[in-house]
């Protein structure tokens, strides 16, 4: 299930979130993973930019990205 679904250019993206914990470290740092919704489908992941040491904490960080960072997100990873 979709988190949010932004657009960028022609497509439509559902977009997850998770968290993943680095070897040897007690935070969590968040993961977003991109879903194009269109014919031809594609994904991707990539970490976010915030870390915590509480998983909820870091889903209520991550609930404060606006869709325009996301879209941000996309744009950086189809330059």
Not at 17 to 25: F, G, I, K, L, S
Not at 55 to 60: G, P, Y
């Amino acid at each position: 299930m979709a988190w949010r679904v932004v657009a960028h250019g022609d497509t439509t993206w559902n977009v997850a979130v998770a968290a993943e914990r680095a070897p040897q470290t007690s935070s969590w740092r968040l993961v977003l993973s991109f879903r194009s919704a269109g014919p031809q489908r594609t994904s991707f992941w990539t970490p976010y930019p915030l870390v915590s040491q509480s998983k909820s904490a870091l889903f209520a960080q991550a609930e404060q990205i606006s869709n325009d960072k996301l879209t941000a997100v996309l744009a950086d990873h189809f330059r």
